[in-house]
């Protein structure tokens, strides 16, 4: 049995724990907490071995915490960890654990590709190069706003190729995330030069592609319009939607009223955290004119990467077909019945 550990438990730690507990060929060793705070009872009450760095240790004892012991430890007994660290510790996390412990990595999407602090040389997006990641040992998952841009690109450019010229996008990005403690400006504010770009050109390095970003006063999802120009007159509407008909990960709504409206949904329907883990193309949005192609949809920032991140246990340590990690990651998310749901409760 493969040996898991989560050094982190946030929001992208939590929701890794859930899943990976889902998965009896995998272990999870347990997760790391840098801070003694009501987080740490919380993965103790479900069951979660719970690591922190050494010279805290007695810190969580001496407020009762029983803990399974350092961070290091834990690293010592896995096969791959999961960084779900703060965002800019991936690399100190790489050069003191994972590099002299040699251990693989999956590091997540705030951590840096290029540069002296760069974690890894690919970024993984499913939908695109799950098979170039295999052989790796330290894999960064792209951003829920990259790998949400990756399911919508992909499908498009393989449909259409040089009929295209150009995206696009606009990423109305959510402030701040349901969980999270920060406050929410009563502002809108732009990015001078979003990552985000790059980042999608890292696995879809013909794209030409144009990206603005803006931070929002939402707590619910991201919203990403899309323009597509083409090469003369696009494809219709229903041509465009029959690509993504059967696209995993991918469900197509038509009267949602907003993107408080699907994250109450999720919670409705019961879904892991409330959330979808997918994007959402909104049909009723799709606007065709000349030679521009306007697509709409949203993006669930908490749950997106999620599934990605499972991926890439599937791919790195089990080895498994593209095909075989599609199927064993629906059974651990439920995607393809939450596709169901969500399609039959916005429809016309």
């Not at 859930?18 to 103790?44: C, F, P, V």
């Not at 540069?115 to 295999?134: C, D, F, L, P, Q």
């Amino acid at each position: 049995m493969y040996q898991v550990f989560i050094n982190g438990y946030g929001i992208i730690g939590s929701r890794l724990a859930t899943a990976i507990t889902k998965d009896k060929s995998i272990n999870l060793i347990g997760i790391a907490k840098y801070s003694a705070d009501e987080k740490t009872q919380e993965a103790i009450n479900k069951g979660y071995k719970v690591f922190v760095p050494r010279k805290l240790i007695k810190e969580f004892q001496n407020k009762k915490y029983d803990i399974s012991g350092s961070i290091e430890d834990a690293i010592n007994q896995s096969d791959l960890v999961i960084d779900a660290s703060t965002e800019g510790n991936g690399i100190k996390n790489k050069r003191k654990y994972y590099q002299p412990l040699k251990k693989k990595a999956i590091f997540q999407g705030g951590e840096d590709r290029y540069g002296k602090n760069s974690v890894a040389n690919i970024i993984h997006n499913s939908r695109v190069n799950y098979e170039n990641t295999i052989d790796k040992d330290f894999v960064i998952q792209g951003s829920c706003n990259v790998t949400g841009m990756g399911k919508i690109i992909q499908p498009l450019i393989e449909s259409y190729d040089k009929l295209i010229k150009r995206f696009d996008v606009v990423l109305v990005r959510r402030w701040a995330d349901l969980e999270d403690k920060k406050e929410v400006r009563d502002s809108i504010v732009w990015d001078k030069d979003p990552h985000h770009q790059d980042d999608l050109k890292d696995f879809i390095p013909t794209a030409n592609l144009y990206v603005d970003a803006l931070k929002v006063p939402s707590r619910m999802m991201h919203l990403h319009q899309m323009t597509v120009r083409f090469v003369g007159r696009p494809p219709s509407k229903d041509d465009i939607l029959d690509n993504f008909k059967n696209e995993f990960g991918v469900a197509i709504l038509n009267n949602a009223k907003g993107t408080g409206d699907i994250r109450k949904k999720a919670a409705e329907l019961k879904f892991d955290h409330g959330d979808t883990s997918m994007v959402h193309i909104h049909s009723e949005l799709i606007k065709i004119q000349e030679d521009t192609l306007k697509i709409s949809y949203s993006d669930d920032q908490t749950g997106m990467v999620i599934p990605e991140n499972y991926m890439l246990i599937e791919s790195m340590l089990l080895k498994r077909r593209r095909s075989d990690a599609i199927r064993q990651t629906d059974k651990i998310f439920s995607m393809k019945k939450k596709k169901r749901l969500l399609e039959s409760a916005f429809q016309n």
